[in-house]
């Protein structure tokens, strides 16, 4: 048997198991930060210029010396912002791969073929990898960014 018809009679069968798996309805993994808006500024980073709209500011110095603390308006403003970027999803991916490769090539390559149980397995993996970078990148203030790190079983 040579390598190639190995790779083939490897692709038929998960292009089968993968069909079978998609007729009950789960079709993929996806990981990420769900529903925290500005995790696409730390993923990519941003350069631009933004409206900080009216709020109430505690102050707690002034003209560097301490004073009782006060609340105070801020008006609406514009501000530049330049923040760099401090990937963690894309990086968590690549720092997984292999491991990632082999959990799919072991669901492949076994007779009965649980692809559900990979995936959530696989999403395991890159949840806890992402929490991980995170904290090395510093990007812990108040906890919602690694709050919002979960997986989903992308369902058809």
Known sequence: MTVTSNAKQLSDRLAARYAA???????????????????????????????VPNHKRTITRAFGRPISAKTVSVRQHSRRMNIKKRSYLGPALEQRRNLIL??????VGEERL???RAFVRIG???????????RSQGLINTG???NSIRYELIKR
């Open 124 to 134: 395991t993996i890159l949840e806890a990898q992402i929490v991980r970078n995170i």
């Open 102 to 107: 082999q959990i799919i090539e072991g669901a």
């Open 21 to 51: 798996l998609r007729e009950s309805g789960i079709v993929g993994v996806r990981v990420g930060s769900f529903g925290v808006p500005y995790a696409a500024v730390h993923e990519f980073g941003f350069k631009g210029i933004v409206t």
């Open 114 to 116: 649980n692809l559900e």
């Open 144 to 146: 919602n960014l690694i």
